[in-house]
């Protein structure tokens, strides 16, 4: 009995110092699981701030998602338009490259062409070069020619003049020949009996080696004839001749005198008559005297 007591107590002992090492423990365990408790408050409290903070943010990314979701939708409106226009775009590069094909394909067939027509246009520039040597050559003998023809005209047209004053003449000629007959027994009868003299040169000395001459030049009005009277001084002969204008015309006359002499000549009227003297084979020394007798 006394031992179950005894047991009793040693075991109530040691379940009170259980309970109280439980005890100990417990309040411990409480104390530490408030200080925890109190450390999750400040996490809970600070994870709190931080989902604020997060949900601020994610609001504010929600917001700006929306902006970009909105304006990814209108990229997505654009970039269908750029496709869409794109598209066409191909169709119509598409229909270019066609016709690029196309114009290459003439290029090619007109620089084919060309080179003929270059060849042509090198061949064409050969012909021109000779032909417009052969111009040049023909120019220039035109232009002699025309000089020619100019002259010839101007010899035609002096000639026709020449031609038209002949016939003048020979018209005049033709009437003074019908009138030949009558003027001249009128001139011959005048001159036979010419009463008026003029003494052109009188008793004049000259002296003329071989082969040259002497020469006189006066002018008379009225029909008549001259005499050449030579008074010799040595053996010397001379011939004389009269050169004279007379109506367009030359008219000449000569003579020839020995050793003294007279030689006679007629003279029509005219503003230059020329009378020459030169001797013939042998020096001249002489005397002369001329007279104009009409």
């Known amino acids: ?39 999750k408050d400040l996490q809970i409290a600070d994870y ?16 700006e998602l929306l902006i970009l979701t909105n304006q990814i939708s209108l990229k997505d409106s654009h970039i269908s338009d750029l496709q869409t226009a794109l598209d066409g775009n191909m169709s119509a590069l598409s229909s270019l490259n066609s016709q690029i094909q196309e114009l290459r394909s003439n290029i090619s067939s007109l620089s084919s062409q060309l080179v003929d027509l270059q060849n042509q246009i090198s061949s064409k520039n050969s012909q021109i070069g000779t032909l417009q040597t052969a111009l040049d050559g023909n120019i220039s003998e035109i232009s002699k020619l025309n000089n020619q023809i100019g002259t010839l005209n101007s010899n035609l047209s002096r000639l026709n003049s020449q031609v038209s004053d002949l016939q003048n ?23 036979l009996i010419a009463q008026k003299s003029t003494v052109w040169v009188d008793n004049q000395t000259i002296n003329l080696p071989v082969g040259s001459s002497i020469n006189y030049t006066f002018s008379a009005s009225y029909l008549g004839y001259i005499t050449v009277q030579f008074q010799a001084k040595d053996y010397s002969s001379v011939s004389t001749s009269v050169l004279m204008d007379f109506e367009g015309q030359t008219l000449g006359q000569g003579a020839s005198v020995d050793v003294s002499g007279t030689a006679y000549m007629p003279i029509f009227p005219s503003s230059n008559i020329r009378i020459i003297i030169q001797s013939l084979t042998t020096e001249v020394n002489k005397t002369v005297t001329i007279i104009y007798h009409y």
Not at 12 to 24: E, P, Y
Not at 173 to 181: G, H, M, S, T
Request: glycine content about 4%; proline content about 1%.
């Open 169 to 191: 003449q020979l018209s005049t000629k033709n009437y003074q020949i019908r009138l030949f007959p009558s003027v001249l027994i009128s001139n011959l009868t005048t001159v």
């Open 1 to 39: 009995m006394a031992e179950k007591r005894s047991s009793y107590k040693y075991a109530v002992i040691v379940a009170g110092v259980l309970c109280g090492i439980l005890l100990s423990s417990l309040v411990y365990s409480a104390v530490t699981y408030q200080s925890m408790l109190e450390d």
């Open 48 to 63: 709190v701030s931080q989902i604020s903070e997060l949900q601020t943010s994610l609001n504010g990314n929600i917001s």
